[in-house]
């Protein structure tokens, strides 16, 4: 993959900022850049790759750069930066229109990863 300028994913070069921007311990970091710990405290001291700092940026679950501008995922719910920040949408809050299910309360979390349970619920719901 070749280098793109994105102004969101070069805003640090400080790899602690990085780590606390992206809400990651140093143990995560190290397995998701494939380092050793010797090499990340290196990395620390001096100056770290450019790759490093933007691979743990994407981590952040800002959206900006996949045209979704202000919008951002949270511990798995996705947020609009700029509606207040109790508005939120969890996956079945996304998925459940497409199947014609109004009410999400209906639906258990075990469903919510089974698609032919949707289309059961799909089923039932034109049935009413």
């Known amino acids: 993959m070749r280098y793109s300028p994105n102004p969101w994913l ?35 001291q001096q100056k770290p790759p450019r790759w490093a700092t933007r691979l743990i940026l994407s981590q952040c679950g800002h959206l900006d750069h996949l045209g979704w501008k202000n919008w951002e995922i949270r511990a798995g719910r996705l947020y609009f930066n700029e509606l ?11 998925v ?6 109004r009410d ?20 039932a719901a034109l049935a009413l």
């Open 10 to 44: 070069d805003t640090t070069d400080n790899l602690t900022e990085a780590r606390f921007l992206a809400r990651l311990d140093i143990q995560q970091c190290i397995d998701l850049c494939g380092v050793s710990e010797r090499t990340w405290h290196r990395w620390r």
């Open 84 to 94: 207040s920040w109790r508005h939120w949408w969890e996956p079945q809050h996304l």
């Open 96 to 101: 459940m229109p497409l199947f014609g299910v």
């Open 104 to 123: 999400v309360s209906i639906v258990e979390p075990a469903q919510i990863a089974n698609v032919a349970g949707l289309i059961s619920l799909h089923k």
